[in-house]
Nanobody
């Protein structure tokens, strides 16, 4: 079992920045990838970004490329999401995710509780 605890988020003006963090604990040795999904009101949950834990490769949704950056702290089993140049359409609940395989292809096996990000224009 893997537990994911998110922190950060909150409110920002359009063009501003926010940072999210996700700390993983438990059987983290089984995790291949960690990342973030988001769900806006009335919409389905969508992929945002992921990081392959061993290879360090990253993937981004087209909507956030060039604005969001995922990074990791191996010693703390933590992934961070730096969100710059925020837009109103980035408003959503952001979920930390972890998986035994590729998050884009197979989805997540573990989820955090979610943290709200609100961007005002």
């Amino acid at each position: 079992q893997v537990e994911l605890v998110e922190s950060g988020g909150g409110s920002a003006q359009a063009g501003g920045s926010l940072r999210l963090s996700c700390a993983a604990s438990g059987s983290t040795f089984s995790v291949l990838a960690m990342g973030w999904f988001r769900q806006a009101p009335g919409k389905e949950r969508e992929f945002v970004t992921s990081l392959n834990w061993s290879a360090g490769t990253t993937y981004y949704a087209d909507s956030v490329k060039g604005r969001f950056t995922i990074s990791r702290d191996n010693a703390k089993n933590t992934v961070n999401l730096q969100m710059n140049s925020l837009k109103a359409e980035d408003t959503a609940v952001y979920y930390c995710a972890a998986g035994w395989g590729d998050l884009v292809k197979y989805g997540a096996d573990y989820w955090g509780q979610g943290t709200q990000v609100t961007v005002s224009s």
